[in-house]
């Protein structure tokens, strides 16, 4: 029984790493993909994951393959395929390291994931089943991952949704919505940013918008504030958390750090449980869930950025908090 399994996307994320002597920017590779990053952190704090997907066999894809090993991923759902490149994803930061991307995946292999692929072991056999909408851009990911979703669901997994908004990946934002909005029905715990939640409800209030998607049945909701922290709602509290104050250099994979950790902390909990838990002990796991987000953007890089426990846990006994501004 692995504590969190997920299915997605799993890329290669070419960051920035400064300039050569002629001035031209010069991209490092990293590990990516937003479910194996949420993996990655909750692993590294000392849970046990498994990864669903689909990357090409290629060098990319065995250094993604590689790379989650390390990160003691388990891998036996990973599918190389020998017919699909691995997509790729250029990073690009601005002057306050926040991030935008460039994507190169049309018909690349963690798209092309199909039903008899997935290792239906693997989602009979989580507490905790994890995914994201970037797989649900187009078939056959789309069909795969929401029949794995509902099937895990059924024998009893929690479901937890991330519905990350990559303009670049649809055809519109109208379709990306409609999408997005479908797959809620399934989710138990939801993390948002404040992008995504407007987008999905038509509310910039944060009450307003998480009770929205709460609606579809989820225990808790999350959305994400970046440097202002956290805001979470439950049936019976709701608050704002705020982030750490740090040094930050790059933002990439900050919001799945801290979703990992959240997920870690949450990991041995029934729908049941999550559905009542007190108002105290889910602050506490924001925090713990900020702390890691935030020491996260300290370095480049998503997996490989993301801290210790012991790390997360000195950031939250001596690392100031930021002042909230919302």
Known sequence: MFDIAAIGESLIDFTPSGHNKMG??????????????????????GGSTAFIGKVGDDD??????????????????????????????????NEKGDRSFSFYRRGEADVCLRQDEVNKNLLENCGIFHFGSVSLTDEPSRGTTLA??????????????????????????????????????FADIVKVSEEEMEMMTGETDYAAGSEKLAGHGAAIVI????????????????????????????????????????????RNMSLSRLRTLPSEELREIIKFGNAAGSLTTTKNGAIPAMPSISEVKKCMAEAPLLTQAH
């Open 24 to 45: 031209m920017a010069v991209f490092s590779q990293n590990p990516g993909g937003a479910p194996s990053n949420v993996l990655a952190m909750a692993s590294k704090l």
């Open 60 to 93: 990319f894809g065995r250094f993604l393959k590689s790379s989650m090993e390390s990160a003691g991923i388990d891998i036996s759902g990973l599918v190389m395929a020998k017919d699909k490149n691995t997509t790729l994803a250029f990073v690009h930061l």
């Open 148 to 185: 794995s979703v509902g099937y895990a669901k059924k024998h009893g997994a929690v479901i937890s949704y991330d519905p990350n908004y990559r303009p670049l990946l649809w055809d519109s934002r109208e379709h990306a919505c409609s999408e997005m909005l479908n797959a809620l029905k």
């Open 223 to 266: 959305v994400t504030l970046g440097a202002h922290g956290s805001f979470y709602h439950t049936a019976n509290a709701s608050g704002i958390m705020p982030a750490y104050d740090v040094k930050t250099v790059d933002t990439n994979g900050a919001g799945d750090a801290f979703f990992g950790a959240v997920l870690y902390s949450l």
